[in-house]
């Protein structure tokens, strides 16, 4: 049974930092490529960094650069976001996302909702 369950969610001041885990079991978690979206209210979700398989190719949007930071532990099957400075535009529902494009499997997380405000 494929399972991505993220933690490390919470209320934080602005200017606070955070540390998401998305720890899983289920599936051959060094074949694939992982991410973090987020989904504010009334908004679409979005990327928000994606690390591939081995960890060498990191993608950041480009409101969080330079503040968030995106790891994976391929030992442990768990991948992390590190976010620091955080805004009160960063509130959002967290999920994390496993991918294997050329085998065109998907995995979704249930999500973690982090709230940023004072």
């Known amino acids: 049974q494929v399972q991505l369950v993220e933690s490390g969610g919470g209320l934080v001041q602005p200017g606070g930092s955070l540390r998401l885990s998305c720890t899983t079991s289920?599936?051959?978690?060094?074949?694939?490529?992982m991410s973090w979206y987020r989904q504010a209210p009334g908004k679409e979700r979005e990327l928000v960094a994606r690390i591939s398989s081995a960890g060498g190719i990191l993608n950041y949007a480009d409101s969080v650069k330079g503040r968030f930071t995106i790891s994976r532990d391929n030992d442990k099957g768990t991948v992390y976001l590190q976010m620091n400075s955080l805004k009160p535009e960063d509130t959002a529902v967290y999920y994390c996302?496993?991918?294997?494009?050329?085998?065109?499997?998907?995995?979704w997380g249930q999500g973690t909702q982090v709230t940023v405000s004072s």
């Open positions: 996302n496993a991918r294997w494009s050329i085998r065109g499997r998907e995995y």
């Open positions: 289920g599936f051959s978690f060094s074949s694939y490529a």
